[in-house]
Nanobody
Framework: QVQLVESGGGLVQAGGSLRLSCVAS????????MGWFRQAPGKEREIVAAINLSGRITYYTDSVKGRFTISRDNAKNTVYLQMNSLKPEDTAVYYCAAKGTAVIVRTINYDYWGQGTQVTVSS
């Protein structure tokens, strides 16, 4: 069982930055591929970024490439999402998720989910 707790959301103006953090419980964090997802009102949950066990392999959805960076610190059981050049269309609830696999997973089929943190970007 893995519990995930996100933090770092908030209200920011367009062009600004936020850094989301997700802390995982347990001693097996390094055995989970981690992902960040988001869900805007009236829309389906979508993947934003994912990172493999070691942190050497990452995936980004096209709309955030060059603006967002996912990283992880296995010693701290934490995954981060650095979000720069934020746009109003980035407004959503952001969730981190964990999947017990060594490969990057781009779908929503993750095993554990956090409660989400709201990110609001004003124009």
């Amino acid at each position: 069982q893995v519990q995930l707790v996100e933090s770092g959301g908030g209200l920011v103006q367009a062009g600004g930055s936020l850094r989301l953090s997700c802390v995982a419980s347990g001693r097996t964090f390094s055995t989970y591929t981690m992902g960040w997802f988001r869900q805007a009102p009236g829309k389906e949950r979508e993947i934003v970024a994912a990172i493999n066990l070691s942190g050497r392999i990452t995936y980004y959805t096209d709309s955030v490439k060059g603006r967002f960076t996912i990283s992880r610190d296995n010693a701290k059981n934490t995954v981060y999402l650095q979000m720069n050049s934020l746009k109003p269309e980035d407004t959503a609830v952001y969730y981190c998720a964990a999947k017990g696999t060594a490969v990057i997973v781009r779908t929503i089929n993750y095993d554990y989910w956090g409660q989400g943190t709201q990110v609001t970007v004003s124009s």
